[in-house]
């Protein structure tokens, strides 16, 4: 055997990897080779074409994201896991309310899965303590979705989003990668599942058409639109934002991966995102599942740090969040006297030369919108 071939030889058995992971509550676990991704032409095309929308952070480590061997030195394994974070129960909107997309309703998962990353990073590390171990959870420019797959975690659907066999896509994504040596969980030459067959379901219900499929354009996604743009959202598609005041989950409700049959419900959300992170917000309501956008487009500092303790939602900045109020409220202006409050409040922001420019000029733009 070659010095190589030897360093190549797994040291610690993955099954004891997976058992770790399991042991820190992650529904699913699996262990991918590091290698380049088969999908970089499909990249640069989606760069190339600008569907990346506003997020130019992508941009800086386009090469980074094609090989995850990039990300650390002599990377060879990637363990991968997931937590359920919703069951996808239907949702039961106030009116006057916007809705929050389903995996920020709980504790913020970049801190609830970074947290158990690390422990099964300390337990590897006690026996390997010369390798190296980098946990990520979405902020490391790797395709945890296309890594997940190569893991055996689940298959991709149309919608770009990963698919558990049995439990669905209401899934969040994490993985180590490291330099220990170790096998594979899916057999290298089985070929990827195609999870979808004929199904348009999501491509037809996405409200702004984002989805061709395997391709999300990132610059109609209402996701990007509430969560990560800080500019003006296009007010050609402020109609079909709907109440969604942060996030989206259209594509997701419509899936029949996610019907709720016996067995899918069977499968555990992690407790952490089971409940509201905090108790009570003046607002919200008591599921976390959405807000009142009245309250939210008077916001201040004091009262959206509040509202966000522990939450993902701290992504949207102050403006963002208000903006996106006045869009949503702007969806429900027919709902009565709700909806004539909701009107006032907005003519308000829109004549108060205070007001910060962001949520000022979407005012302008919605009620322009109302007159023609
Ligand atoms: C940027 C980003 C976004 C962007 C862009 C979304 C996108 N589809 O890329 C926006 C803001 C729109 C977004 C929205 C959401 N996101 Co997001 N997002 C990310 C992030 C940070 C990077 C994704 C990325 O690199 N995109 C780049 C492009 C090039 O990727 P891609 O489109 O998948 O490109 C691949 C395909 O084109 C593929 N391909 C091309 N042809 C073909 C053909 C076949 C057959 C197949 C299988 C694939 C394929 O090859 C390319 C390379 O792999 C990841 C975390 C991470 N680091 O991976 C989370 C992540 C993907 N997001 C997540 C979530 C939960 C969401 C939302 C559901 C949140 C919400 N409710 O609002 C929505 C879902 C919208 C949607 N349908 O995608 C989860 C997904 C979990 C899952 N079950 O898959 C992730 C993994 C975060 C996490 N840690 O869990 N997100
Ligand atoms: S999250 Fe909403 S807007 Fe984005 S692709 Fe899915 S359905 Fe379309
Ligand atoms: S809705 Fe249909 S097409 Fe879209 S991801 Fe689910 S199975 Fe695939």
């Not at 990039?70 to 394994?77: E, L």
């Not at 909107?93 to 709980?106: D, H, L, N, T």
């Not at 949207?316 to 969040?321: G, K, S």
């Amino acid at each position: 055997m070659s010095r190589s071939d030897e360093t190549m030889t797994p040291t610690v058995p993955a099954d004891w990897v997976l058992e770790l992971c399991h042991e820190q509550g992650f529904v699913l676990a699996g262990v991918a080779a590091a290698e380049a991704s088969g999908r970089a032409s499909e990249q640069d095309a989606w760069f190339a074409d600008g569907r990346h929308g506003s997020m130019a952070w992508m941009e800086r480590h386009v090469e980074i994201r094609k090989d995850v061997r990039r990300i650390i030195d002599g990377a060879r394994s990637v363990i991968c896991v997931a937590d359920r974070y919703s069951l996808g129960e239907k949702d039961d909107v106030p009116a006057g309310f916007g809705r929050v997309a389903r995996y920020a309703r709980g504790r913020d998962y970049h801190v609830v899965m970074k947290r158990r990353l690390h422990a099964v990073c300390d337990a590897l590390a006690s026996k390997e303590p010369d390798h190296v171990f980098r946990a990520c959870v979405d902020s490391a420019p790797i395709h945890e979705r296309e890594l997940a797959e190569s893991a055996g975690l689940g298959s991709i659907g149309k919608h770009t989003l990963l698919i558990a066999p049995g439990t669905g896509s209401w899934i969040l994504l994490g993985a180590i990668v490291t330099s220990l040596p170790l096998q594979p969980t899916r057999a290298p030459d089985l070929p990827k599942d195609d999870p979808c067959g004929t199904c348009t379901r999501c491509i037809d219900a996405c409200p702004t058409d984002a989805i061709e499929p395997w391709s999300i354009d990132a610059g109609r996604c209402i996701s990007e639109m509430t969560i990560e743009r800080r500019g003006m959202v296009d007010p050609g598609l402020h109609a079909d934002v709907g109440d969604w005041l942060f996030g989206c989950d259209v594509c997701q409700e419509v899936c029949p991966h996610n019907a709720m049959t016996t067995r899918n419900q069977a499968i555990q959300v992690h407790q952490a995102y089971a409940n509201p992170p905090t108790a009570d917000v003046e607002g919200r309501t008591p599921d976390a599942s959405a807000f009142d956008l009245a309250t939210v487009m008077e916001w201040g500092p004091a009262e959206r740090s509040e509202a966000f303790t522990s939450s993902a939602m701290k992504r949207a900045n102050l403006e963002m969040m208000r903006r996106n109020a006045v869009i949503a409220a702007g969806n429900a202006s027919s709902q009565g006297d709700v909806g004539a409050n909701l009107v006032s409040k907005i003519e308000s922001i829109a004549s108060d030369e205070g007001e910060a420019d962001l949520v000022r000029s979407t005012a302008v733009d919605v009620l322009a919108d109302r007159q023609g």
